[in-house]
Nanobody, 124 residues
Framework: QVELVESGGGLVQPGGSLTLSCAAS????????MGWFRQAPGKERELVAT????????YQADSVKGRFTISRDNTKRTVYLQMNNLKPEVTAVYYC?????????????????WGQGTQVTVST
């Protein structure tokens, strides 16, 4: 079990960039794949990107490929989501989650521990 705390959200203009961070507690962080998810108002939570325990493999949703990059620093027990060329349609609460497994996965059910979320708003 890991505890997760997201940060870095905020208001940004279209075309701008943000980097989200997720700090984890617990010795198991380095053994677990991590993921970022988002939930927009009135919509279901959706997967954005995941990264394996070692950071050697990643998965991105088609909607964010080329604009969002997931990375991690196991020495700092932190996972990041770099978001570039932001558009209003990505406005949502972004959640960090820890998988029960080491491999990067596109299955939401693999993720068992969740942070509280951080709001990202893209608007003029």
């Amino acid at each position: 079990q890991v505890e997760l705390v997201e940060s870095g959200g905020g208001l940004v203009q279209p075309g701008g960039s943000l980097t989200l961070s997720c700090a984890a507690s617990g010795r198991s962080f380095g053994w677990l794949a991590m993921g970022w998810f988002r939930q927009a108002p009135g919509k279901e939570r959706e997967l954005v990107a995941t990264i394996s325990a070692t950071g050697s493999s990643t998965y991105q949703a088609d909607s964010v490929k080329g604009r969002f990059t997931i990375s991690r620093d196991n020495t700092k027990r932190t996972v990041y989501l770099q978001m570039n060329n932001l558009k209003p349609e990505v406005t949502a609460v972004y959640y960090c989650a820890a998988s029960a497994y080491a491999s990067a996965s596109s299955r939401t059910t693999d993720f068992r521990s969740w942070g509280q979320g951080t709001q990202v708003t893209v608007s003029t």
